[in-house]
């Protein structure tokens, strides 16, 4: 009788892994039916107010660096805001301030000097969340970054997994800034699905 019940539970077990697999790869093989279904539901969801509270972290110089230039203008190092000087990113997303602080996830993207007349960035990135509740989910922002005022507000112009339709604002302080690279902090302030 023992062996009975083994004998069950084990293809018990087989056909619960070979459902979990088949819809697995159903959802791999057919993203489409997973969106259209989250879509049909939509006009029955409520829209969420989420906000995030995050320091970025640059590193200019060393071994460590998190950004390479990929273009200036001939005129670059001699026009003051470093008018058309681009770069490109991927900066730490910790928790805390500090270096060590815990990892949320990364900035990934670029900005280039955008005016001749004050230090402003023209932004495009993605905050890639890597852990906790939001891993795997993305927001975009692309907006004009005017990083000598105190407080910047930057717009969120759409999101990934659980931010799908996001939109918002971030506003974005500079907490520390040498030669050597700046910590920046970020409020964010988001709706969505």
């Known amino acids: 009788?023992?062996?009975?019940g083994t004998i069950l539970f084990l293809n018990l077990l087989f056909i619960t892994c070979l459902s979990t697999q088949l819809m697995v790869q159903s959802a791999i093989e057919n993203p489409r039916e997973n969106i259209d279904q989250w879509y049909q539901n939509?006009?029955?969801?409520?829209q969420k107010?989420?906000?995030l509270h995050f320091y970025l972290h640059e590193v200019v110089f060393g071994p460590n660096r998190t950004l390479v230039t990929v273009a200036n203008a001939s005129n670059t190092s001699t026009t003051p805001p470093y008018f058309g000087l681009a770069n490109i990113f991927d900066n730490p997303l910790t928790k805390g301030p500090k270096p060590g602080s815990k990892l949320v996830g990364r900035a990934q993207g670029l900005y280039g000097f955008s005016s001749q007349e004050e230090v402003s960035l023209l932004t495009a990135m993605n905050f890639v969340f890597t852990s906790g509740k939001h891993s795997g989910?993305?927001?975009?922002v692309l907006g004009r970054?005017?990083?000598?005022?105190?407080?910047?507000?930057?717009?969120?112009i759409a999101g990934t997994g659980v931010f799908r339709l996001a939109h918002?604002?971030?506003?974005v302080k500079t907490y520390f800034l040498d030669t050597s690279g700046a910590i920046v902090e970020y409020n964010v302030t988001i709706l969505h699905y």
């Not at 009788?1 to 009975?4: G, I, L, N, Q």
């Not at 989910?137 to 975009?140: A, D, G, K, N, P």
């Not at 970054?145 to 969120?156: A, D, F, K, M, T």
């Open 137 to 140: 989910s993305s927001l975009t």
């Open 145 to 156: 970054n005017p990083i000598e005022q105190s407080v910047r507000e930057l717009p969120i």
């Open 42 to 46: 939509l006009p029955h969801a409520q």
């Open 168 to 171: 918002g604002f971030a506003l």
């Open 1 to 4: 009788m023992e062996r009975v």
């Open 49 to 51: 107010l989420t906000m």
